[in-house]
Nanobody, 113 residues
Framework: QVQLVESGGGLVQPGGSLTLSCAAS????????MGWYRQGPGRQREQVAV???????GYAESVKGRFTISRANAKNTMYLQMNSLKPEDTAVYYC???????WGQGTQVTVSS
């Protein structure tokens, strides 16, 4: 059973930083484009960042220059480094193995003073 498990969420003040991790069971990273998504209160789930098997990345305009996605295939782990966090970044963050359509359970990020 392939599973994705996110961690690293929490409460942070505006301007602060957090790093999310997404650990996978099984060797799925080598064959999947991976992505981070988020769903804020009362909002639809949106794509935040993606990374291909070759390491090419793409970001939503709202997070460009602040968030960095990376992956460590040997560790079956993906990361999202989030800097200069804003209250509007508050959401449940999910990772996804895009080719296989598999989601993690999500981790809450709250940006508040």
């Amino acid at each position: 059973q392939v599973q994705l498990v996110e961690s690293g969420g929490g409460l942070v003040q505006p301007g602060g930083s957090l790093t999310l991790s997404c650990a996978a069971s099984g060797s799925i990273f080598s064959s999947n484009v991976m992505g981070w998504y988020r769903q804020g209160p009362g909002r639809q789930r949106e794509q935040v960042a993606v990374i291909t098997t070759g390491g090419n990345t793409g970001y939503a305009e709202s997070v460009k220059g602040r968030f960095t996605i990376s992956r460590a295939n040997a560790k079956n782990t993906m990361y999202l480094q989030m800097n200069s966090l804003k209250p509007e970044d508050t959401a449940v963050y999910y990772c996804k193995a895009i080719n296989m359509g598999i989601w993690g359970q999500g981790t809450q990020v709250t940006v508040s003073s």
